[in-house]
């Protein structure tokens, strides 16, 4: 063998010891940050009850199905916690690391699919970190336009109750 067969088969070597490697420090990395995730939501529920939240569900998961061109595609959608405060049922997205930021747009979008599927009052965002309770809600359009709807619609029955009962009495 010449230099250049020992520098060809270093060169091989040295890159499946690096990719082997690699992905072991990637497991590794995968599993503290589960690992991390898993304390933070142990410790959660603890926060959560000292809030005054009671747990009423932990890992649900709600079935969806997405239609693309007519061809149906199940999937789900898995929230944290479900609780109850006050009446009012809330969606509970824990976080820890950097990205616990509602207004970043990852964030957001998780939160107002948890929004749309599960229906909640609201969505509580929790920073296991810092500790801290953000409390998200979601509104479009323009609500005016129903409370017109409201008040024509009381507006007109009393009307029809009026008259009613002038020609029937």
Do not use: C
């Amino acid at each position: 063998m010449i230099f250049t067969d020992f520098l060809i088969l270093g060169i091989i070597l040295g890159g499946l010891l690096f990719y082997f490697l690699d992905k072991k420090i990637n497991r590794l990395k995968i599993k503290k940050r589960l690992s991390k995730a898993k304390k933070a939501e142990k410790n959660a529920i603890k926060f959560l009850e000292e809030k005054g939240y009671s747990v009423v569900a932990i890992q649900e998961k709600q079935p969806i199905v997405v239609y693309i061109d007519d061809k149906p595609y199940p999937s789900h959608v898995q929230v944290d916690f479900i609780v109850k405060k006050g009446g009012k049922r809330y969606v509970v997205e824990v976080k820890t690391g950097q990205k616990t930021r509602a207004t970043t747009a990852p964030v957001r979008r998780q939160l107002l699919e948890y929004f749309l599927v599960f229906k909640p009052h609201g969505i509580l965002l929790l920073d296991m970190e810092n500790g801290t309770l953000k409390k998200i809600e979601f509104q479009w359009g323009n609500n005016l336009s129903l409370w017109t709807k409201y008040l024509v619609t009381i507006f007109l029955g009393l009307l029809v109750g009026i008259i009613s009962w002038w020609f029937f009495r």
